[in-house]
């Protein structure tokens, strides 16, 4: 099929909103990354999904709704701590995993009992929900394990030719997927680390645990495979401390893309002439992580990708997943 790239304009919504009635793909932007949509009410719909994507299909994904009376359609239970929660965060990048509905394919769920939802801020993905007027299932638009997509031509990069439509909204905001948070469970798990940290939930619902077990048959959440979001270069980590790791890649002779998050403890030695440097705050970094990577990636003259890992503490606890996630070997 010919993918058609469009302006996030009212009558190209409207486009694309007819597109995913009639069961077709639309990509569209968040303020996480770009998405890949399909009707989550429809089940051949979601599979295209799926298919464009080579998606595992024990990968379950999630269901973007206009508001929160959308997200309750979706789900058996709606806790107190849901509440709290849809009212401190929603439109926002958190997803909260909940008791599904008859309503919910088992293919969105891979098969299992559980379906995660989330009110996206962007007005593009939120026009596109009040449009379509139906809920919409999407993952990030990428190919399976692949760098997440910020921009349009990412999207097209991985995609052309197997989805109907992008919306281009333009460079997404936030740079990282939602945080994804199982209220099925006492106390509730952190299933991914996102936008929203965990110091921000246990402000507003208490004690969080965390759960991160890629081994499992059926996964309750997506993000949580042990290689994901990865760069098709081979793609090293280096803590601040590790000097000396740093000076033995230097030495093998390899066309080497740095990432560094200023300040940093050591400096970068001449031989990287492609250096990308981050700030030392997570939230702008994490913004221009998966864009810096897909530069290093597809248009910088380089062997192989190095990034120096920022800080271990709860507000860097997001980009150091992600990038412990691409760096995983098969």
């Not at 997509?149 to 333009?170: F, N, Q």
């Not at 994804?180 to 469970?185: I, K």
Request: proline share 11%; hydrophobic share 40%; net charge negative.
């Amino acid at each position: 099929m010919q993918t058609e790239i469009l302006p996030a304009e009212p009558q190209h919504i409207a486009h694309a909103a007819e597109v995913l009635r009639r069961g077709r793909l639309v990509a569209f932007p968040t303020e996480t990354v770009y998405g890949l949509g399909a009707n989550a009410l429809d089940a051949n719909a979601v599979a295209g999904i799926f298919r464009a994507k080579g998606r595992p299909a024990n990968n379950p994904v999630i269901v973007h709704v206009a508001d929160v009376q959308g997200a309750k359609q979706l789900v058996t239970q709606w806790p107190e701590a849901a509440e709290r929660l849809a009212r401190r965060f929603w439109p926002g990048p958190l997803t909260l995993v909940l008791p599904k509905s008859g309503v919910v394919p088992d293919i969105i769920t891979a098969g299992g009992p559980t379906v995660a939802v989330r009110v996206p801020a962007h007005p593009v993905a939120l026009a596109l929900l009040r449009a379509a007027g139906v809920p919409i299932a999407a993952p990030s638009a990428n190919r399976s394990t692949q760098l997440s997509p910020t921009r349009a031509e990412h999207v097209r990069r991985g995609l052309d030719g197997l989805i109907d439509v992008i919306l281009d909204g333009g460079p997404t905001t936030g740079g990282l997927e939602s945080t994804v948070l199982d209220l099925t469970t006492t106390p509730p798990r952190l299933l991914r680390p996102g936008l929203v940290t965990v110091p921000e939930l246990e402000a507003v619902i208490g004690p969080v645990g965390q759960d991160s077990d890629p081994d499992r048959a059926i996964l309750p959440s997506p993000g949580m495979m042990r290689r994901h979001y990865a760069p098709r270069k081979p793609l090293d980590l280096i803590e601040s401390h590790e000097a000396e790791r740093f000076v033995e890649l230097a030495k093998k002779g390899e066309r080497i893309g740095w990432v560094i998050f200023v300040p940093q403890e050591f400096e970068v030695l001449p031989e990287f002439p492609e250096t990308v440097e981050l700030p030392c705050d997570p939230k702008e970094s994490a913004a221009r992580l998966y864009d810096s990577l897909h530069y290093l990636d597809n248009e910088a003259q380089v062997t192989r990708i190095v990034v120096q890992l920022p800080p271990d503490t709860p507000e860097w606890l997001a980009v150091r997943d992600r990038l412990r996630r691409a760096a995983a070997r098969e």
